[in-house]
């Protein structure tokens, strides 16, 4: 059974944004590669979240997660900046709060 709690939503949130930022890099022009990482990071991100046997934890996979999103960022064009924009923001939020570095009581 899965306890649905603000932290699992924000996470899903925010892989699931860089999922979908992933997929469309691969469909446009340009740098394919970028998404291509991004797509297997994001998706063992959200795998992560539910399955205990992922080789790196969640923590590890958010924090590639968020490098691969500044460097999709730096390199790519103007198209498509919002939901990597989105999805980097949302997973800066759950990192902070997952490692309990800033407490708000009833989310962590």
Do not use: C, K, T
């Amino acid at each position: 059974m899965i306890a649905l709690s603000w932290l699992l939503i924000i996470a899903l949130a925010g892989g699931a944004l860089a999922l979908v930022d992933g997929v469309l890099r691969l469909r446009g022009r340009g740098r394919s590669i970028i998404g291509i990482i991004e797509v297997i990071v994001a998706a063992l991100f959200l795998l992560s979240l539910f399955l205990p046997g992922i080789p790196f934890g969640s923590i590890v996979l958010g924090i590639v997660l968020m490098i691969v999103l500044v460097v999709a960022l730096v390199m790519g064009g103007r198209r498509g900046r919002g939901l990597a924009i989105g999805a980097l923001v949302l997973l800066v939020i759950w990192f902070i709060l997952v490692n309990r570095w800033l407490v708000i009581p009833g989310v962590n």
